[in-house]
T-cell receptor, first 111, second 117 residues
Framework: QKEVEQNSGPLSVPEGAIASLNCTYS??????FFWYRQYSGKSPELIMS????GDKEDGRFTAQLNKASQYVSLLIRDSQPSDSATYLC???????????FGTGTRLTIIP | DAGVIQSPRHEVTEMGQEVTLRCKPI?????LFWYRQTMMRGLELLIY????????DSGMPEDRFSAKMPNASFSTLKIQPSEPRDSAVYFC???????????????FGSGTQLSVL
């Protein structure tokens, strides 16, 4: 079982709709959770971090964490063509201090 | 700050040759990471340093790979001898360090696209 799993997609969403990206992780000791965005041919950049159960909102982005079920999700409201990218889920496990990435979900926003 | 600087941007070499990738982290960052990205395996952590000391190299695929960080502003990843299966994008990233929420953001360099023929 991979440490961090994501549906590779591609996920296609109409412009203006909500895009929902999901991620599961295997280690219950994981304590820090991140979403990185990577445009084609570019390097990953951090867009959201979440540490506690529940929702965290930042503009059009909402990260959701459920430690009991070991999943973290990212919602993008009012999706824009500029949101088309690969979204990478990443976790840090306490005592491990390694940032482990999922393989990413490719998101395409259709105008 | 110019961000994390990697060189070269592209490297094409022949099987068996030595390859050296270079990285300059953001000034003041204590942690440095080398990742490899392929379509099949995604982003894999190869090794990371904290205060110039290698902390975890369990991701280094085999003895052909080695990494050094002689000082706080420079790191190298060397592959000797290189093989076609090493073809990938290699990213260097730096951060203020783990253990505090505000420090855990990774800043990535632009990457080195390595092609081994």
């Amino acid at each position: 079982q991979k440490e961090v799993e994501q549906n590779s997609g591609p996920l296609s969403v109409p412009e203006g709709a909500i895009a929902s990206l999901n991620c599961t992780y295997s280690d219950r000791g994981s304590q820090s959770f991140f979403w990185y965005r990577q445009y084609s041919g570019k390097s990953p950049e951090l867009i959201m971090s979440i540490y506690s159960n529940g929702d965290k909102e930042d503009g059009r982005f909402t990260a959701q964490l459920n430690k009991a079920s070991q999943y973290v999700s990212l919602l993008i409201r009012d999706s824009q063509p500029s949101d088309s990218a690969t979204y990478l889920c990443a976790v840090i496990t306490f005592g491990n201090e390694k940032l482990t990435f999922g393989t990413g979900t490719r998101l395409t926003i259709i105008p | 700050d110019a961000g994390v600087i990697q060189s070269p941007r592209h490297e094409v070499t022949e099987m068996g040759q030595e390859v050296t990738l270079r990285c300059k982290p953001i000034s003041g960052h204590n942690s440095l990471f080398w990742y490899r990205q392929t379509m099949m395996r995604g982003l894999e952590l190869l090794i990371y340093f904290n205060n110039n000391v290698p902390i975890d190299d369990s991701g280094m695929p085999e003895d052909r790979f080695s990494a050094k960080m002689p000082n706080a502003s420079f790191s190298t990843l060397k592959i000797q001898p290189s093989e076609p299966r090493d073809s990938a994008v290699y990213f260097c990233a730096s951060s203020l360090g783990f253990g505090a929420e505000t420090n855990e953001k990774l800043f990535f360099g632009s990457g080195t696209q390595l092609s081994v023929l």
